[in-house]
């Protein structure tokens, strides 16, 4: 890994929709499936990127349960690009202690997909620097439904339903995501992470996914941390005020 340029806070959770792939190659009179080839080097580099600039959990959306509804030539080319990734960075996941987790349903993903998932999956567990979970025909509702489907009859508190989504899209309990990008220029969630996006920073580039890179990064995470966080609460300087009335120390 290379030196960090990033000042070093408590691990977060960066969600990153990664769009822009068909527009990028369009854009250059190429095939959209370049586009999405040229993706997966952006990924490459933000997975490089991401334990150095203080993230402890990466969630990228890389195909949708509605993705299904593209020519079957994409969706296949997807698969394949996927299936290639898992295989020729598994080395390096496990030599930089990433762990990584496919989020969604598997069932209906080719058994070559499947199986690459398996072993990268396994190869990978023990990896303690990044928790790098791709979501591969992911709805982040049918993950909600799911999630109710396995309440039975049990009363659930925000804790046990996070551990019941986690249990649906059989990606475990992942911390809440503190810093939601999307890039390609549209401003939607796209049915990815609701439940753990509740008080995600939410940050929007108009750059295509494969021009997205450490600077970008960069500029979101710095962008992140000016902002004022404050989850229902009031602003700091007002906590303070109360605290000293209601007789505080702070
Ligand atoms: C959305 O952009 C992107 C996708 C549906 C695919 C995402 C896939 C990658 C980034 C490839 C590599 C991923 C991994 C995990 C190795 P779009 O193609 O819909 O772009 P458009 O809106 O410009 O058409």
Do not use: C
């Not at 040229?38 to 890389?62: D, H, K, M, N, Q």
């Amino acid at each position: 890994m290379p030196p960090s340029t990033f000042t070093s806070h408590s691990p977060l959770h960066l969600a990153v929709i990664m769009d822009g792939n068909g527009r990028w190659a369009t854009e250059r009179g190429l095939p959209r499936s370049a586009g999405h080839t040229a993706g997966a080097e952006a990924v490459r580099r933000i997975v490089t990127a991401a334990p150095g600039a203080g993230i402890g959990t990466l969630s990228l959306y890389a195909f949708s349960a509605d993705n299904w509804r593209r020519p079957e030539q994409e969706v296949d080319g997807l698969f394949t690009l996927f299936q290639s990734y898992l295989a020729d960075e598994l080395e390096l996941l496990r030599q930089n202690g990433v762990r990584l987790t496919i989020i969604g349903r598997t069932d209906r993903l080719p058994l070559a997909l499947r199986s690459a998932i398996r072993i990268a999956e396994r190869g990978t567990a023990a990896g303690r620097r990044l928790h790098l979970r791709i979501a591969i025909d992911y709805s982040s509702r049918d993950a909600l439904v799911g999630a109710a489907n396995l309440v039975r009859g049990r009363p659930v508190d925000r804790h046990r339903l996070a551990r019941l989504i986690g249990e649906a899209d059989r990606g475990g309990t992942a911390p809440e995501v503190d810093l939601l990008i999307r890039t390609g220029g549209e401003r939607r969630l796209s049915d990815f992470l609701l439940w753990e996006s509740a008080y995600a920073e939410l940050w929007f580039t108009d750059k295509r996914w494969p021009d997205f890179g450490e600077t970008d990064l960069a500029a979101a995470l710095a962008e992140f941390r000016g902002r004022d966080r404050r989850f229902g609460a009031l602003p700091e300087p007002s906590n303070a005020t109360q605290l000293r009335r209601a007789g505080g120390t702070r």
